[in-house]
């Protein structure tokens, strides 16, 4: 399980990235599940990452989900549209 900082603004987005995707690449698991939990503070950043894990996700041929995703969040996703591209976990 991959899982998010508490803190994922554009500060650290890049980073945050970096990490997840390679925490991705070494899960053996076929379906990647990322904790959003533990985010506090973040901005339209958290899911632009949400989106670039779940496009490294298919390109190895694994699942994506997410579980735990904020309120806030999720009614981010929802006014961009791209609520269904977050399947819950």
Not at 15 to 31: G, H, N, S
Not at 61 to 80: I, S
């Amino acid at each position: 399980m991959l899982i998010l900082p508490a803190i994922l603004t554009q500060l650290q987005a890049s980073d945050c990235l970096e990490k997840l995707t390679q925490d991705m690449q070494r899960e053996a698991e076929k379906q990647v599940v990322v904790d959003a939990a533990p985010l506090n503070s973040f901005d339209s950043s958290a899911l632009a990452v949400l989106l670039a894990v779940r496009r490294e996700c298919a390109r190895a041929g694994k699942l994506f989900a997410v579980k735990g995703l904020p309120d806030r969040l999720r009614d981010l996703a929802a006014l961009y549209g791209i609520e269904g591209l977050l399947t819950a976990a």
